[in-house]
């Protein structure tokens, strides 16, 4: 799910103009919110700060591609600022359940 999420997210960002809400922010912040969610669900062992800089270079990698003028986007710093925000949020939030539920599931 997480694979494929990733694809859709890549898909919607290089494609010229798709349908957009109000705030390009908050569909990057949302973007990456869930991916970062189904990364941890989807690599339960591997530790927050290992997935993080993956995040760091999609989201570079993704407003590099949109600044290449075929694309017929504006790639823009701020995006990947807020993909960064939103995936650090998750991720941080995500590893604190994590340790709880494992040290819940470990005392039953």
């Not at 991720?91 to 040290?103: E, H, I, T």
């Given at each position: 799910?997480?694979?494929l ?38 690599y ?53 359940l994590?340790r ?9």
């Amino acid at each position: 799910m997480f694979w494929l999420a990733a694809l859709f997210a890549f898909v919607m960002a290089v494609i010229p103009a798709p349908p957009s809400l109000a705030s390009d922010k908050i569909e990057h912040m949302l973007a990456f919110s869930v991916l970062a969610a189904l990364s941890l669900l989807a690599y339960p062992r591997l530790p927050a700060w290992k997935i993080f800089p993956a995040f760091a270079m999609f989201g570079g990698a993704i407003e590099l591609i949109q600044a290449l003028p075929i694309v017929g986007r504006d790639g823009d710093w701020f995006d990947w600022l807020a993909d960064l925000a939103a995936a650090g949020m998750v991720l941080v939030l995500g590893s604190g359940l994590r340790r709880v539920y494992r040290r819940a599931a470990a005392s039953v």
